[in-house]
């Protein structure tokens, strides 16, 4: 066997290597929603001090919705950093946390498909927040309310829930057949 590899075969490998060094164009939009978490975190501040200075003012309703937005913040908040945090994790670079103390439970055994989960439950959290968020505002303001609105962001909901069920059985199936197809693999050596 010869030292020397073909033209081909060079080419070939730079090919990979520079397919496998693209994963790290992604880092780029991970620190774009870091940043972006910053001007958010900006934003629940302000939502807090309105709920602060308004709260002799408001009604128990009103009261309702401005806390309900501030959870809503902290739910898009724990999105963007399953999204960073994760996206990373599995698409550019493990991320070397495993001894540290603060390491968080939900990156055990992250892979792409239970990100997926993780990300579509957060939604449908999300859209129930929303839908909360109308449901109260609708209770009491039901002359300004547009029912289809309600009934629209009803289906959504239900479409971010629906797409959370399939893709965890989804997964479910596939690790489980992954898992019956190594079991397989073992009794045969």
Not at 11 to 25: H, K, L, P, T
Not at 68 to 84: P, Q
Not at 151 to 173: R, W
Not at 174 to 188: A, C, K, L, W
Request: aromatic share 12%.
């Amino acid at each position: 066997m010869s030292d020397q590899l073909s033209p081909i075969k060079r080419f070939e490998n730079f090919f990979e290597g520079f397919m496998f060094w693209s994963r790290w164009v992604q880092a780029p939009l991970y620190t774009g929603l870091i940043i972006a978490s910053f001007f958010y975190l900006y934003k629940f501040f302000q939502e807090l001090l309105h709920v602060i200075n308004h709260t002799a003012a408001f009604h128990e309703t009103e009261m309702m919705l401005g806390i309900l937005s501030l959870v809503d913040i902290s739910m898009v908040m724990n999105l963007v950093v399953m999204v960073t945090i994760g996206g990373y994790s599995i698409f550019t670079s493990k991320i070397d946390v495993d001894m540290h103390d603060d390491k968080p439970l939900w990156l055990e055994n992250l892979d792409a498909g239970m990100l997926k989960i993780k990300l579509a439950t957060s939604l449908a959290s999300i859209s129930g927040v929303q839908l909360l968020k109308t449901f109260i505002d609708y209770r009491s303001e039901v002359e300004k309310a547009d029912s289809e609105n309600v009934v629209m962001e009803i289906i959504i909901h239900m479409v971010f829930i629906t797409s959370a069920l399939l893709l965890a059985q989804t997964e479910k199936i596939v690790h489980s057949y992954h898992g019956v197809e190594h079991s397989d693999e073992g009794n045969e050596h």
